[in-house]
């Protein structure tokens, strides 16, 4: 597979780990990241997820510096809209225009909060493949189908992404110039164009999906046998215990029970 998010094979830690301990670690960073906007407990939430995927995953920042760098123009976005609405001491003016220091901090935990959990859920997609996904949640309970979902929709990935650039080579080629442009607005009316083109194309591509596995008896009754099982390693149980003693750590610190840095967020 290629493709920014998509499953990369490797021979790191976190490839070779159960993709349940590695379900687990993701939601145990939602939780902490969705439970505080203080800046000392997010900035090091997001220092702990970029320093275990470099380690355990071999993933430096410029692995997904480019999903970092289309970020950031939307934290300032939010940064200047939460600085002008929401009440409070001035922190900063800009451009003539005052923001108060809650909305511009508020607006930065916000920041950090989307790029602890983007970053983490980066070396989640790129470390598991989509078979491993839906084995794994399989295992915990969900019905086959629904797991199998799961892995599809991840399989279906690299397809829209290959078609996507189908149809901006084709209307470059047309003599469209918004398909090639620098301009964002420019950019978004060509991708708005081809949304349509990529819907049809993607209902076809499911029936035919579809039929072929009716064909191959993928709705029959009976017990389902897999080539691959899953098993806990004590390598697994102590990369869950990690995050949930890091997770544990930083909502006691959220919730008051200690400063981690000197900023009150």
Not at 174 to 194: F, H
Not at 195 to 200: D, R
């Amino acid at each position: 597979m290629s493709g920014t998010m998509l499953y990369r094979p490797g021979d790191t830690f976190l490839h070779r780990a159960d993709p349940r301990a590695k379900i687990v670690t993701v939601l145990a960073v939602l939780v902490t990241a969705l439970t505080t906007t203080r800046l000392d407990v997010l900035t090091v939430l997001l220092l702990a997820v970029v320093a275990g995927l470099y380690l355990l995953g071999g993933m430096s920042v410029r692995a997904y510096g480019r999903g970092v760098a289309v970020v950031v123009p939307l934290i300032a976005v939010l940064v200047l809209l939460q600085g002008l609405l929401q009440a409070g001491p001035a922190l900063l003016t800009v451009a003539g225009l005052t923001l108060s220091e809650p909305g511009v901090l508020l607006a930065l935990g916000i920041g950090l909060r989307l790029l602890a959990m983007g970053i983490c859920f980066y070396g989640f997609s790129v470390s598991t493949s989509p078979a491993d996904i839906s084995l794994a949640l399989h295992k915990v309970g969900v019905p086959y189908k629904f797991a199998y979902l799961t892995s599809f929709a991840f399989r279906f990935l690299p397809l829209l992404q290959d078609e996507a650039r189908t149809l901006l080579t084709a209307m470059a080629v047309r003599g469209s110039g918004e398909a090639v442009s620098r301009s964002p607005v420019r950019r978004c009316r060509a991708i708005v164009r081809m949304l349509f083109p990529m819907l049809v194309g993607s209902l076809k591509r499911s029936g035919e999906i579809a039929l072929s596995m009716e064909l191959r008896g993928y709705g029959l009754p009976g017990r389902r046998t897999f080539v691959r099982t899953l098993r806990l390693r004590g390598a697994d149980m102590a990369l869950m215990g990690g995050a949930f003693a890091v997770a544990a750590l930083l909502i006691a610190a959220g919730a008051g029970a200690f400063p981690l840095l000197s900023s009150e967020g």
